[in-house]
């Protein structure tokens, strides 16, 4: 059974830091990774897609990367920003149902 | 860019009673249509998914006579919480899928329900 985990649950940094949200999971064999962002009683936005086949993807300051054999993927922020405070959740996809499997999600505070 | 929205935003009922939640989306036609549960500071769940015209598939654990679900359209998905009960209160997130070979989903800003 496939298995999220998100470290850490939460992370406070003063603006300004570059920082790094980590995801792993248990089974290899995934169709596609996204990271989403969630603030507080909001629905999802979804930030980064990343297919089995590709190892990054990049969107103005974040990058995400994916390693399948080792199973995990790293969310990269650069130059944080208060307004990137929220939850951080990455999700994987096993087939081309696009059934999510959800982590718990890493609550990130940027300080002013 | 897609847009799905949710109604209502936010549900009182007492319990007993039977609850439906909308799930549309706006600006295109989704294929697929998943429903998702998210209690307190815990991570979503899926608890269906939704395909137009036919029945939908739930996840072990969620009993479907309890959460009807209807995709009625390829823009429309309806989520009926029935006999509602206190533990039902959550938050319902739908996303909608669009068809294709990356297959983005797209998610609604979610219910809250409140179940007395």
């Known amino acids: 059974k496939q298995e999220v985990t998100q470290i850490p649950a939460a992370l406070s940094v003063p603006e300004g830091e570059n920082l790094v949200l980590n995801c792993s999971f248990t089974?290899?064999?995934?169709?596609?990774l996204q990271w989403f962002r969630q603030d507080p009683g909001k629905g999802l936005t979804s930030l980064l897609l990343?297919?089995?086949?590709?190892r990054e993807q990049t969107s103005g300051r974040l990058n995400a990367s994916l390693d399948k054999s080792s199973g995990r993927s790293t969310l990269y922020i650069a130059a944080s920003q208060p307004g990137d405070s929220a939850t951080y959740l990455c999700a994987v996809s096993l087939d081309s149902s696009y059934k999510l499997i959800f982590g718990s999600g890493t609550r990130l505070l940027v300080r002013p | 860019g897609a847009v799905v929205s949710q109604h209502p935003s936010r549900v009182i009922c007492k319990s007993g009673t039977s609850v439906k939640i909308e799930c549309r989306s706006l600006?295109?036609?989704?294929?697929?249509m998943f429903w998702y549960r998210q209690f307190p500071k815990q991570s979503l769940m899926l608890m269906a998914t939704s395909n137009e015209g036919s029945k939908a598939t739930y996840e072990q654990g969620v009993e479907k006579d309890k959460f009807l679900i209807n995709h009625a359209s390829l823009t429309l998905s309806t989520l009926t919480v029935t006999s509602a009960h206190p533990e039902d209160s959550s938050f319902y997130i739908c996303?909608?899928?669009?068809?294709?070979?990356?297959?983005?989903?797209?998610f609604g800003p979610g219910t809250r329900l409140t179940v007395t």
């Open positions: 600006d295109f036609q989704a294929t697929t």
């Open positions: 990343i297919q089995s086949s590709q």
């Open positions: 996303s909608a899928r669009v068809g294709g070979v990356v297959g983005e989903q797209y």
């Open positions: 089974d290899s064999a995934i169709y596609n």
